[in-house]
C-alpha cells in the first residue's frame, strides 16, 4: 500500500497568515492526490483533486502543488473558518489511502 | 441537492454483526461509484471499501477483508456495508462517500457519518 505522510502534524497561525501544509507519497502518485479539509464532528470537504485543482465554491486562497511524491497545500491569506484539519489522500492506487492530518488551530 | 444519509450504526458486542445503510439522493446514483471511509475517534480518516457503478467492481481495505462486504442497489438509490465478526479497533465513525463522476478515485460528497461501537 502507498503511505501518505504530512508535516507538520500541527500547528498554530493567525488570522491572515499564510499556511503550507506537505504532503509526501512513499511512492511517486504523479497527481493523483487530493487535498480535504474537516472541522470538528463533520464529514470531510474536498477542497482540491489532481493535485492543483481547485473543488467547485471552494474560495481562492486555496491552493495546490506538486507531482510525483511530494505536494503542497497553500492557504493564501488564513481566515478564521480556516481553523480546521486538513487530509491528503492518494487515488494513484485503488487501494486509497490518506495521510494522517495537519491540525490548524488558533495562536 | 447531492444528499448521502447513513444509518443502521450501533453499539455492537465483539464478534457480532452489523449492517449500514446509506441512502442517496439528488443525483443519479447507478452512475456513480461508491466507498465507505471510518475515523476511529480522535484519529485519521481510514478507506475501507470501494464499489463500482455497476456493482463489477469490488475492493477493501487488508484491514476488513473477508470481514466486510459492501453492496449496493441502484434500484433504492442505496449502499450498504455487512460488518461481520467485529473488533473493538473497528469502533469509528462510518462516512459513505461518492467517487467524483467518471470513477475519479477522490470523494466529492460524503454523508454525516454513523458511529459504530464495538464494545462488551
Known amino acids: 500500500a502507498i503511505r501518505m505522510t504530512q508535516s507538520p502534524s500541527s500547528f498554530s497561525a493567525s488570522t491572515g497568515d499564510r499556511v503550507t501544509i506537505t504532503c509526501r507519497a512513499s511512492q511517486g502518485i504523479s497527481s493523483y492526490l487530493a487535498w480535504y479539509q474537516q472541522k470538528p464532528g463533520k464529514a470531510p470537504k474536498l477542497l482540491i483533486y489532481a493535485a492543483s485543482t481547485l473543488q467547485s465554491g471552494v474560495p481562492s486562497r486555496f491552493s495546490g502543488s506538486g507531482s510525483g511524491t511530494d505536494f503542497t497545500l497553500t492557504i493564501s491569506c488564513l481566515q478564521s473558518e480556516d481553523f480546521a484539519t486538513y487530509y491528503c489522500?492518494?487515488?494513484?492506487?485503488?487501494?486509497?489511502?490518506f495521510g494522517p492530518g495537519t491540525k490548524v488551530d488558533i495562536k | 441537492e447531492v444528499q448521502l444519509v447513513e444509518s443502521g450504526g450501533g453499539l455492537v458486542q465483539p464478534g457480532g454483526s452489523l449492517r449500514l445503510s446509506c441512502a442517496a439522493s439528488?443525483?443519479?446514483?447507478?452512475?456513480?461509484?461508491m466507498n465507505w471511509v471510518r475515523q476511529a475517534p480522535g484519529k485519521g480518516l481510514e478507506w475501507v471499501s470501494y464499489i463500482s457503478s455497476s456493482s463489477s467492481t469490488i475492493y477493501y481495505a487488508d484491514s476488513v477483508k473477508g470481514r466486510f462486504t459492501i453492496s449496493r442497489d441502484n434500484a433504492k438509490n442505496s449502499l450498504y456495508l455487512q460488518m461481520n465478526s467485529l473488533r473493538a479497533e473497528d469502533t469509528a465513525v462510518y462516512y459513505c462517500a461518492r467517487d467524483d463522476y467518471g470513477d475519479q478515485g477522490y470523494f466529492d460528497y460524503w454523508g454525516q457519518g454513523t458511529l459504530v461501537t464495538v464494545s462488551s
Open positions: 489522500q492518494q487515488y494513484y492506487s485503488y487501494f486509497f489511502t
Open positions: 439528488g443525483f443519479t446514483f447507478s452512475s456513480y461509484s
